[in-house]
Every structure is written in C-alpha cells, then in structure tokens.
C-alpha cells in the first residue's frame, strides 16, 4: 500500500511550535513537504479557518499547492471555540486525487479530535491510501435521483473550459461529500485528476472547482452554476447536460465508463460509440463501423451474423487500429472461422498488396502460408505476381530450371516473360542463360519502358557482359535500332563505354548500327567520344581505311567542321588552256585523254611527265576534277598514285584538298593511292591535312561520328612507359664510420 505523508494542526497544550498552549502543528510525518511549510503560518489557508466563519460539522477539501496534491479535513475544535482541528495528507499527483480523498475520509483516516493519542512529534508514521472502491454505494443510491446528471454535465463543461466552477447547495457537509462521492464514482478517475473541491463555503489556497453552500437560505457565491437535490436537466439543447444524461443511463444499464479514458472527449467519444452499438449493424456506415469496433469495452456478442464479421476484416485491412482491436477481441469460434475464411478469401483474390492481408491474418493469430503459396501458384499461369508471390514460386521454379531439362526451361522462360517480378530474383543468378532470358524479358516486355528500366541498369552493373551479348544479337538480327537505342540509353554514364567495348569483342556485332545508336542517346561531342572510345580500335575497322590511315584515325572532340576552301589551294588557270613560256605545251583536252587512257595503263604518266606536271602546276584544280571523275575506275588506285607521283611533295597536298572537295570523289581509291606512296605516319598526316575534313563526311559512319575523326601521327607509337621510380636509398648500419 501506498503511504502519504500527513500532518495535524489546532489548539493543544503542547505542539511542535511552542512550549506552551496555542494553536500550531502537533505531528507531522518526517517527509512531509518543506514546500507546504511547517507551521500554522506558513501552511496558511490550508490549516486555517475561512474568514467569515467556521464550517458547519466540517469542511473536507481537496487542493493542488506548489504543484503538490493535498486532502485535508478540518473539523472545529471543540476545546477552543474559533479554532479547527486540521488534517492534512499530502502526495504526488498521480497518487492522491480526489477520488482518494473520499476514500480516506470514507475509511475514517482523518483525525476530527486531537486526543490523547496524537503526542507532539515530527516522525509521525504516514497515511496508508485505500485501495478498495468505497464510492460504489454512492452511485447506487444516486443513479435514480435527477441532480446526478446535472452535477456530471457540469463538471464536465468545466473540465472542457466551456463552463464555471460549481457550488453545491446542500443542507450539510455530509451531503456535499454524498454528491461528490456519487460523481467520482460515475465519472473515470483520470478525468477528475486536475478537479478540486471543498465541502466548505469559502475557497482553500486556490479555487476550487466544486465549493458548498450550507443551506437552502443561504447566499450563492458569485459567478458559480448552484446544483442542488432539486436540479434537473433544463436545456435539452445542452450537448454536456445530454452527454451527463447519457453516461448515468449507460451506468443505469450497468455499463460504466472505462476507468482508462482521459479527457472529456474521450468520454464524449466512448457514448457514442455506445449508441452506435445500439443500432444495428447493417445502419452503421464504415465510419460508425470503426467506431464500434475500436471500443475497448466492445462485446463479442456484439457480432451477431457472418456478414458483420466479413465486414469487420474488410475494415481491418484497411485500418490498423480495426485490426488492433479484432487481435484483442476474445470472438467466438464461429466469428474466427469467418475472419479467417474472409481473409483467406482475399489473399486468393488480391490483385495488388497481397503481403497486407497475410501480415493482418498473422496480427490476427491467422496461419495463412500454405494458401499463400496456393494462391501464387494459382496466379503464377492465370494472374499477376506480386513481390511476394514471386518469392513463394521462386525456389519451386529455380529447381525446375537447375533439372536443365528442355521444357522445363521453356516453361519458366514463358513466366519469366509474363512476370515481371519473377525476374527482380533471376537477374542476380550465377545461370548466365537464365540471366540472358532474363534481360531478353525485360527488353521485349510492352508495359517496361525499357530506357528507363532499373532492372536493365542493375544488369549492367553485375552482368554487362551478358548484357552486350544480347545487344549484338538484337544487332545483327532483328536490327532494331530503337531496342538498341534505348538499352543505351538506360546504361549509366559510367557502364555506356565498357559496354559499347564488350559489344566490340563479338565478331557479329553491327558496328555500324551500334555506333547510329549511340548518336541518338549521346548528343554532346565530348559524350561521343567518351562512350566510343575503349571500343574505338574495334569500331574503326567498319570504315574501310587501309591500316595505314587507319591506325591514325582517332576520336576528338574539338575536331573542327570542315569548311569549303574553293580557290585557296588553286592556282590560277591558263585560261588559253596552254602553258605559259619555258613550261611544256598542254592542253586540257590532251590531259585528259592522257588520264582516260592512263586508267588501263598507269605508266603513260610517266611518259608523258612534263605535260601533266605543266598541267598541275598551271590549272591544279582541272586535274583533281579529272582525277575525280575516274576514281569508281577498277584501276583508280594505281592511276592517282602515278599522278600523285608527278605532282611532287610540295604540290601535292593542294591537289588532294582539290580532289577531296569534288562530289563525285571515291575516296577509298584516293586512300589507296596515298597509302601506295609508302610514306610515314608525319608524311601521310601532313598530305591529307587540308582534304581530310571533307573525306572524312564520305566515309561510311553516322555524320557526327565522322566529324569527330582527326589523323594522328603519334597514334601509331607505343605507349610512353612510366619512368622507374629511383630505389629509396637505404641506411646501411656499420659499425666502422
């Protein structure tokens, strides 16, 4: 049992403040609160008699001072008239409220005398607190009387700020303590915690909530709602008189309200989910359905039929507090059948979240695993897998796929083409077949976008390889662009090149079609090139350059744009169509029966050497048109090389800016014969620098790959190798210095 601190305060012989007769403090407990005081003074009005006068028989009280509980009970002396013999108790809030005043003053705990028996100490043994209900007899013999629902609607108007203190006009104190009694009993204890009260006419150290007025003439105390044995509900419009009458009806019926409500809302919403639970079920909308199901004090009676029930666990899975309150309900077995049928029912039928009624079935006390699995399977050819579907066939269908037979394997390629979260487990597999299959699904998949596919991306993280695999077939044999497309454009930033590379190493690959598709999904020059080139030594093979010319081509993304450079590399013609004087005679039409002749044999160049260089020298740019015109010839090769022969180092690169500038230009001819020259990398470089903007538009790539192609001489020299690092030099201990 709990003890309470206590004092007892009067007139007496001898007490704890004086030696001598007079009014002080006679006992008190050793741990009675300092912050209460230790004297008649300081405790103040708690020991003390209103001004005005002394009660009438006694005054019990309840008060809350420096945030500290006190009852007390002051009676008047009957040794020194004008005075009172008062007892005080003490406690923390949570312990001693007002409900365990009545029960201490019921059980006679407080002292009315000051006997012999009560000798001037300061080690007074503390008040035992009662346990028991005591004010059980108090609602009973009140139930029928009409003040009772008065006195609980305005209690709690006031405890909801929407109402004044109160003041029981009664013919004595004993009556006032039959009142308050009735109203703890009826009312939840929690919610009376912060109410105070005083059978007496004046107020204690603070306002009280409830007061008294002793007798039926005697004046009201200003701005306080007077109840007394007469009163009666006089405004049915009042919402706290209605909610009074209904809480002492709901007690009437032998329902009283639970002991573990709090506020006034509480109680408020606890009625009416009372009168909810008066209707029947079928009247209730879902709403008023919750209601009724999360009342604590809800009987299992409560569900009459198999419908209520169904009803019940439809409510629960979509409310958490329902499913609280049905896991908590004791139901009878047939009730339990039903939530579990109807849960049972919707694991079979449930399209999305399936994995919620198994967790509410579970909250339940509900086994529902092995029709988990049934429905899965059920779902596995006839449905939509979930998450959790998929994670119950899984192992079924790895064995089957493990067996390696052939129909086995069939049938799971079909699932894993149908479900998509049957593939969430099979990405990650060691099988490199079944991951294949696996991403194959998820490209050829119509509801997966599959530039976006998260799937596709954990893919090119853990299995690129397998990933460019499938890319080089889509390539070379359905060549469907947009699948390449946006496969591409789902690889991060950082898998896009290692990816193109793997794609490299497989001699099927379309390198061409490959390359058009990264064009798409990388717009920016400085993309390009970071995508293509750990692949480019393989990428560039397409184009067709002999290997001399195409070891040096490489990737760059400040190439420049070619530009037309007609007249600059041209010198000025002889308009009479002959050479001038000391240069040897020409004419256009002789050059180029010289070089329609030369096509079957390229040594007629060189007899005729002088008139040709004449010819390059005068009008360069009417031998690089005739050039152009021949180079589809079977023998073009063979003839540019003899003519590139006889125009000479110094005018030769002019001539190839000329040739490269023509339309109707071959230019692998033009390649061969430059490469037939047999010079090095510097040379070949220096010769093609002012035509290789242009021949590089006519090679056989996507347009803005091609215009990131440059020559490099240096590309054909191996690697700088890293210089040694210097041997750290070493100490050597010797004795001998």
């Known amino acids: ?100 005043a009545l029960r201490l003053f019921g059980s006679g705990a407080f002292l009315h005398t000051l006997t012999e028996s009560v000798s001037p100490t300061d080690s007074w043994p503390e008040a035992a607190a009662e346990t028991g209900s005591g004010l059980a007899g108090a609602v009973e013999s009140a139930l029928g009387l009409s003040w009772l629902p008065v006195l609980v609607g305005a209690v709690l108007a006031h405890l909801d700020g929407r109402g004044p203190t109160l003041a029981l006009r009664v013919e004595d104190a004993g009556e006032a303590v039959r009142m308050l009694s009735a109203l703890y009993g009826v009312l939840p204890r929690n919610t009376l915690r912060e109410l105070t009260f005083t059978t007496g006419a004046a107020p204690v150290a603070e306002l009280p909530g409830i007061t008294a007025v002793i007798g039926r003439t005697a004046p009201p105390p200003p701005d306080r709602r007077i109840i007394d044995a007469d009163s009666g509900i006089d405004n049915i419009a009042d919402t706290y008189q209605r909610l009074g009458r209904d809480i002492v009806e709901h007690r009437r019926a032998g329902l009283a309200v639970p002991a573990m409500l709090v506020s006034v809302n509480d109680i408020r919403q606890w009625c009416y989910q009372q009168q909810l639970r008066a209707l029947e079920p079928a009247l209730l909308d879902d709403a008023q359905m919750v209601q009724v199901l999360t009342d604590p004090t809800l009987s299992p009676d409560w569900f009459t039929d198999a419908t209520v029930a169904r009803r019940a666990i439809h409510l629960a899975l979509d409310n958490t507090d329902v499913t609280t309150a049905l896991a908590n309900l004791p139901v009878r077995n047939q009730v339990r059948e039903v939530f579990e049928q109807t849960l049972i029912d919707r694991v079979m039928s449930e399209t999305r979240d399936r994995g919620h009624a198994t967790r509410v079935a579970r909250q339940l006390g509900f086994d529902l695993s092995e029709v988990v699995a049934a429905a899965a399977f059920r779902r596995l050819d006839t449905g939509t897998l979930s998450a959790s579907d998929a994670k119950t066939v899984w192992p079924q269908l790895e064995r089957d796929w493990t067996t390696g037979d052939t129909e086995q394997r069939a049938l799971v390629i079909e699932r894993l083409q149908r479900h998509r979260a049957l593939r969430e487990f099979t990405v990650g597999a060691k099988d490199r077949y079944l991951v294949y299959e696996t991403v194959r699904a998820e490209i050829g998949d119509p509801a997966v976008h599959t530039g976006s596919s998260q799937l596709l991306r954990t893919a090119m993280y853990s299995q690129l390889a397998i990933v460019a695999q499938l890319m080089v077939n889509i390539s070379c044999t359905s060549r469907d662009r947009y699948v390449l497309e946006q496969i591409m454009a789902c690889a991060p930033p950082d898998r896009l090149p290692g ?103 390229p040594l007629l160049i060189a007899e005729h050497r002088e008139m040709l260089s004449a010819a390059i020298e005068t009008d360069n740019e009417f031998v690089a048109r005739r050039m152009s015109e021949h180079s589809d010839a079977t023998g073009a090769p063979a003839l540019l090389k003899q003519i590139l022969i006889v125009a000479g180092h110094d005018r030769v690169p002019a001539l190839l800016t000329l040739c490269a500038q023509q339309h109707d230009l071959e230019p692998h001819a033009l390649f061969r014969a430059i490469c037939d020259l047999d010079l090095d990398s510097a040379a070949l470089v220096e010769l093609l620098d002012g035509g290789w903007p242009h021949l590089r538009t006519r090679l056989d790539l996507p347009h803005r790959i091609a215009n990131l192609i440059v020559l490099d001489a240096t590309a054909t020299l191996p690697a700088r190798l890293k210089p040694l690092s210097a041997p750290k030099k070493q100490r050597r201990n010797s004795f001998w210095r």
């Open 1 to 100: 049992m709990t003890g309470f601190p206590q004092l007892v305060c009067g007139w007496a012989l001898v007490n704890l403040e004086s030696s001598g007769a007079g009014v002080g403090v006679v006992a008190r407990s050793g741990n009675w609160p300092a912050a209460l005081g230790f004297t008649v003074r300081e405790l103040g009005s708690l020991a003390t008699l209103p001004e005005g006068g002394e009660p009438v028989g006694f005054a019990l009280e309840f008060t809350v001072t420096r945030g500290i509980a006190v009852a007390g009970l002051k009676t008047p002396s009957q040794v020194r008239p004008g005075t009172c013999v008062t007892h005080l108790i003490a406690g923390n809030r949570e312990q001693l409220d007002g409900a365990m």
């Open 499 to 601: 990816l193109i590379a793997e794609c490299t190493r497989y001699p099927a690959v379309d390198a061409f079609e490959l390359m058009k598709a990264v064009t798409i999904v990388r717009a920016e020059p400085a993309e390009l090139v970071d995508a293509l080139k750990p692949a480019w030594s393989a990428l560039r093979r397409v184009i067709g350059l002999p290997q001399a010319l195409e070891d040096l081509a490489v990737l760059d993304a400040q190439a420049a744009q070619p530009q037309a450079q007609a007249g600059r590399n041209r010198l000025r013609p002889n308009l009479f169509g002959r050479s001038g004087k000391g240069r040897g005679d020409w004419t256009r039409a002789e050059v180029s029966a010289l070089i329609r002749a030369a096509i079957d044999d």
